[in-house]
């Protein structure tokens, strides 16, 4: 369980993907200009990992050596369509708004990478944890930055076609924001921040041992 | 040599066999209500393009949307519909097209009343910048903007063509103007010679 707990922690830390492992950054700053398609871009990427993470550990007694990326390939492929059916039936307003970056998540590197660095050489116990701890990574930095981006740069903030927050109209909000440059300024400082906490954290473990 | 691709085959076929069935389960279960979000999302730009129609028919004569398409030039062209009021006489026309914008295609519904004037203009799938080409045609759940509207009206596609695009929005502008103009020369070119709209 502490091992299980180790491995969880650090897709969220010290190998968060998005801003130490610095993967899936295409997508992430792509989306982020919606809360709302952040949050389900998040967990599209949660559940393709997780299922996919459990299915190349479940099967990797059996996969030669030398098929085992077109098997990667086929399995992750296979639950990205998923959820592309999926949320083309039952959410198509946040299916229309990301497009085209669900199908994507086929090459999103993180999957990719997570299959071949850690499920393919781990348990299923632990490609679970390494799963959920590497997709909330990366479902709490894009959600983040959407929701930064969307309420300073359109003035309010959105969900399920709710407005949670809006500003007053003496707010006149910078279009950067939106737009790319927007975006890799915003990483640059969550980036930033986030090596901030890891040598914090880092120090604090080092006491402890 | 044949143990060598058995080795290397059987795994790989029995993996792509299971995520084949995974697939086929999905697709038939999400199948239907796919289709059904289609219509209703098209339903409603259709409906935000002609305001006095109360539901819509697709044109189907091939031969009728070959001439469309031809007229249409290099704008592709989705779909046609007749608009038909609440007693099912026709209204009018709304015409789905998709011209390049400055991020690739967008969706441009026009709505065209009996007499070939344009009574809305809807823009649906888009992939234009917030902010830049979004002046031009609007963001999702906003109101129209003042360029979408200044199509109402317009009669022909040489006016249509006259009309001022918005600064800052040069690219997205002009992928309106098109998808406007495309159906409008569809509409001179063959919708105008078809049945007054009446429901066959």
Redesign the interface.
Known sequence: MKEWLRVFGNGLSFENPLTVLMIGLCSTLAVSTKFEGSLFMGIAVIFVLVLSNVLISAVRKFTPDEVRIPIFIVIIASFVTIVDLSMKAFVPAVYSFLGVWIPLIVVNCIVLGRAEAFAYTNTVWLSVADGIGMGLGYTIIIAGLGAFRELFGSGQLQFLGATLVKFPAWYAPPNILLLFPGAFILFGLIIAGSHAMNRKLAARKQVAA | MLKLYL??GI??LV??AV?AA??AG??A??KD??AA?KVV?QNKALSAASPDAKSFEQIKDEAAMAQVAKAAGETPILGVFRALDASGQGAGWGVITTPRGYGGPMEVVVGLDRNGKVTGVKIG?N?E????GTKAIGSAGAPPTPYLLSFNGVDSAEKAGKLDGVTGATKSSRGVKRGVQAALNAYEAVLKGLEGGVSK
Do not use: H
């Not at chain 2, 910048?129 to 830049?132: D, I, V």
């Open positions: 080795r290397l795994p790989t993996i792509c995520a995974g697939l999905t697709y279960i999400t209500r796919i979000q999302e799938f992939k910048t917030p902010g830049l």
